[in-house]
C-alpha cells in the first residue's frame, strides 16, 4: 500500500509510477489523501490525522522521509524482504510539502529517504516503485539489477 498526501494527475511522474508499479508483484495500491491548509504546523497535523486514519491495523509503516536510512538496491532488498517475513501489510508513506508530523515519524517502523536531494512528491511514487520493483528483481536474481556495474 502507498499513502501519499496530494492528488496524482496525468504526466510523466503519473506514468512513471503506473510503469513500475504495474510490474511490480504485487503492485502497490495507491491512497491519496487531501492536502491540509493553514500553517506548516497545522498542515502537518491535519496530514498526520489522515494518515494515522488510513494506515491499515497492525501495517508495518515505511515513511518517506529525508532523515531516514538511505540503502542502497541490495541493502532495500534485504530490507523488503525482512518487511515481506514480518508477515505484516507493508504501508509506504509519503507526506506532503511540509513533511511529515512527528506522529507519523513515531509510528513508522522505518524512515527511508531517497537520498539527500528534495524530489516533487509526486515523483517520489514513480522512483519509490522504481526502487521497490528492483528490490524484487535483486531478491529473485533477474536481470534488470546491474549489480555488478561500478558505482
Not at 508477515?87 to 508513506?93: E, R
Not at 528490490?135 to 558505482?151: D, F, K, M, S, V
Amino acid at each position: 500500500m502507498l499513502l501519499a498526501v496530494g492528488r496524482g494527475r496525468q504526466g510523466p511522474e503519473a506514468a512513471l509510477f503506473a510503469h513500475h508499479n504495474a510490474r511490480l508483484r504485487p503492485p502497490l495500491t495507491l491512497r491519496e489523501l487531501p492536502e491540509g491548509v493553514g500553517a506548516a504546523a497545522e498542515i502537518r497535523r491535519r496530514e498526520a490525522e489522515a494518515i494515522l486514519a488510513a494506515l491499515p491495523e497492525g501495517a508495518l509503516a515505511v515513511a518517506l522521509d529525508l532523515g531516514g536510512t538511505m540503502p542502497d538496491s541490495e541493502e532495500l532488498a534485504a530490507l523488503s524482504a525482512r518487511w515481506e517475513a514480518s508477515g505484516k501489510p507493508v504501508a509506504f508513506v509519503i507526506g506532503g510539502a511540509e513533511g511529515l508530523d512527528p506522529a507519523v515519524l513515531g509510528r513508522a517502523e522505518t524512515r527511508l529517504s531517497l537520498g539527500r536531494l528534495t524530489w516533487p512528491h509526486l515523483l517520489v511514487r514513480g522512483l519509490l516503485a522504481e526502487a521497490l520493483f528492483r528490490a524484487q528483481c535483486i531478491r529473485t536474481n533477474h536481470p534488470y539489477h546491474r549489480g555488478w556495474r561500478p558505482g
